[in-house]
């Protein structure tokens, strides 16, 4: 069975698919190990990982072997971040078939120029292409792809460009009509108005994607009593939560002169070494080592 069709049976089942971001194998398979539904293959939490800016900077080849590598260790279906699809129509045809031939189930796209500038940080340049541009991404990616069942999500960035909720639903409607698996739409507001205004405008039959990162108050319970939406993805929070423990962490090495004040906070050796699957290790010397 493929990544895709995983992903669209746990839609069937759950109605919503619940993804955690992740930046690496590790960060994804703790995702697994919450039970999350999914995992997002973050382009910012990768950007932030390799310590630059979510502006383009990340090469297709760094995300899509790092993708390729949550893939495999984590054992959920993944989301693959693609930004703008790395460049035009012709870029696209190219990134699709890597990822769905990565083990990805998703891919989601947005529609700004490339190079994009990450979405929520303030006064940031968010250039939009044409809308007939981005019909012909998608049309791309559904050319490109093997599996009928790999998922394509066409994200567009109208809210966060100000362009407000016609241009969003003009073009939300006209990358249905695409041939789009499904539709983001983002919001920098920090309440979820605008958002659900959205939603309940929205007349196409394709399921809609939230990444409610601005707006914390959008939970789980709140999503699915407006419908319409199929994916929930939790979109920062694997690094933000790594950056605030290790910084937590290091300052009290730094005060304390030493490590005793942190080893009850901190995970186990042990802990680390079960993630890592050292107990296998361990039984595969006995078999094989001689």
Do not use: C
Request: negative net charge.
């Amino acid at each position: 069975m493929g990544s895709g069709t995983r992903f669209r049976q746990i839609l069937a089942k759950n109605g919503l698919v619940e993804a955690m971001a992740a930046h690496s194998p590790l960060s994804a398979m703790l995702a697994a190990e919450a039970g999350f539904d999914a995992v997002w293959a973050s382009g910012f939490e990768l950007s932030a990982l390799y310590g630059v800016p979510d502006v383009s900077v990340v090469s297709m080849t760094q995300h899509l072997e790092m993708t390729r590598a949550i893939v495999e260790r984590s054992g959920l279906p993944v989301v693959a971040d693609i930004d703008t699809g790395f460049g035009n129509a012709i870029n696209v045809l190219y990134a699709v078939e890597q990822y769905e031939r990565a083990g990805a189930a998703a891919v989601v796209m947005e529609d700004k120029s490339f190079p994009k500038v990450t979405s929520l940080v303030a006064g940031g340049r968010q250039d939009m292409v044409r809308i007939e541009e981005f019909q012909g991404k998608i049309e791309a990616a559904r050319a490109a792809r093997r599996d009928p069942d790999f998922v394509i999500v066409a994200r567009t960035e109208a809210l966060i460009a100000g362009l407000g909720q016609d241009e969003a639903l003009k073009r939300a409607r006209a990358y249905e009509a695409a041939g789009a698996d499904m539709v983001l739409v983002h919001s920098k507001q920090k309440t979820p108005d605008e958002i659900e205004a959205f939603v309940h405008a929205w007349d196409g039959k394709v399921p809609i994607a939230l990444v409610p990162t601005a707006y914390p108050q959008m939970t789980v319970a709140r999503v699915r009593a407006l419908g319409k939406v199929g994916l929930l993805i939790w979109g920062n929070h694997a690094i933000r939560a790594s950056v605030a423990a290790m910084r937590s962490t290091f300052a009290q090495i730094r005060r304390d002169g030493g490590i005793q004040g942190v080893e009850a906070g901190i995970a186990t050796v042990e802990d680390v070494f079960d993630l890592q699957g050292m107990r296998t290790v361990k039984d595969d010397e006995k078999r094989f080592l001689r």
